[in-house]
Structures are given as structure tokens and as C-alpha cells.
């Protein structure tokens, strides 16, 4: 009876692991590479343009690159140095790494709600303990 039990039992997983996974796809290097440039180039987008819309991006070559992005093309961006103003035009796929350097809205309300909530305890921490509670 435990034999039966323990088949049926393994069975049941590996049709459940057979029927429940989803296949895996192959994507060549070329679709991977452009469905990267894509998320590059989308991720320039919700940066924005203007002194602003700051940005650190690492390229294929090792380099570091960081300042605002001053235009969008598309085949690539513009980036220029706040310090010197020097421009360089950078071409999507050369980009390895991109960061945007400013908060979105999502984040400074999370921050701002917290200080809130944290000013709040500590004042009525502060009145609890001046009426002794």
C-alpha cells in the first residue's frame, strides 16, 4: 500500500512539473542585444532632457560617462558635463549601464510619508512621557 502510495505520489509531481512550467525560449545574441538597446532607450525616455534629467552611464569600452541628457535621437542621446558643458553623443548600444540620478515621484512621497510617520511617534512619544503616561 505505501508502494502504490509513493508511485502515485511521484507521478503526480512530475506530471505537475511537466505540465505546469513554461518552456524556455533561445533568443540569439542579436534579440538580446536589441531588446536591450530597447530598455536603454526607454529608460533615456522616462529620464527626460534638461539639466535635470541627470544620468551615469557606463559604456562597452569601460568608460564613465555622467552629466544630463541634453538630446534624444533615435540612435543615441547626448550627454553633457555639468562641471566643463562638454558634449558627448552616445550611441545606444554602446551603453552597458544606465542610471538616472534623480528621485522619481513615487520615491519622494515614500520618503516624505515616512519622515511623517517617524515625526509623528517621537511627538507623541515626547507628550506620553512629559505626562507620565
Not at 513554461?22 to 538597446?37: C, G, L, N, R, W
Not at 522616462?46 to 559604456?59: E, P, Q, Y
Amino acid at each position: 500500500m505505501l508502494k502504490t502510495g509513493l508511485s502515485f505520489a511521484l507521478m503526480g509531481a512530475l506530471i505537475f512539473t511537466l505540465t505546469l512550467t513554461p518552456p524556455a525560449y533561445a533568443e540569439t545574441k542579436a534579440e538580446k542585444e536589441a531588446a536591450f538597446v530597447a530598455k536603454v532607450k526607454a529608460d533615456i525616455a522616462k529620464i527626460g532632457i534638461g539639466r535635470d534629467a541627470r544620468i551615469a552611464v557606463k559604456l562597452r569600452d569601460k568608460t564613465k560617462l555622467s552629466g544630463y541628457v541634453s538630446q534624444v535621437g533615435d540612435e543615441s542621446f547626448v550627454i553633457t558635463d555639468l562641471k566643463t558643458g562638454a558634449s558627448t553623443e552616445v550611441p545606444y548600444p554602446n551603453v552597458t549601464q544606465a542610471r538616472g540620478k534623480n528621485l522619481s515621484t513615487g520615491a519622494i512621497i515614500a520618503i516624505s510619508v515616512g519622515v511623517a510617520v517617524g515625526v509623528t511617534i517621537l511627538v507623541l512619544y515626547l507628550i506620553a512621557v512629559a505626562y507620565g503616561d
